[in-house]
């Protein structure tokens, strides 16, 4: 599967309260979540990005608390994955969960900025900046985390084999 979009670019220890602030918690619909995703870190980010784009960060994307709002959240504002150096690991988990792609990629973390467009390849772990035309690597999405985007998470996973 290619990804396509443009490249939104974010620093180090984005926690969860910054991907959905604490205070938009009395809900857990999707919808109104992604209402107010990365506002904290940027309050006009969802009036400036587009379908199918992409968050770079840098190391520990996702750190604090183990909230499962983050990914919903990131995921139903229509952002096609996210790029970072490094992922807090229940992020990691709770991302594959909810059918969130994520990538680790040192060097593309490192070298994209906000406004370039990107493309990844998620079967052979290939992530193109087109507008600096570079390759960067990172591992490809295992074949049974693939299932579980494909399907929208661990739920409908499981919905579906049963």
């Given amino acids: 599967m290619i990804l396509k979009g443009k490249g939104w670019k974010f620093g180090s220890n984005i926690d969860t309260d910054a991907i959905i602030p604490a205070r938009y918690l009395n809900t857990s619909d999707p919808k109104e979540l992604a209402k107010h995703c990365m506002e904290d870190a940027d309050p006009q980010f969802i009036q400036k990005m587009n379908q199918g784009d992409i968050i770079v960060a840098e190391k520990n994307f996702g750190c604090g608390s183990s909230r499962e709002h983050a990914p919903i959240a ?17 992020f990691y988990r709770n991302s ?11 060097e593309a973390s490192e070298k994209i900025e906000t406004g370039d467009k990107i493309e990844v390849d998620t079967n052979a772990g290939i992530i193109k900046n087109i507008t600096k035309n570079q390759t960067y690597k990172t591992q490809p999405i295992p074949p049974f985390m693939q299932e579980l985007i494909d399907d929208g998470g661990l739920i409908n996973h499981i919905k579906k084999k049963l």
């Avoid at 990131?74 to 229940?90: L, N």
């Fill in 74 to 90: 990131i995921k139903e504002t229509g952002i096609s994955c996210v790029i970072a150096k490094t992922f807090a690991r229940i």
């Fill in 96 to 106: 594959f969960n909810m059918g969130l792609p994520i990538f680790e990629s040192a």
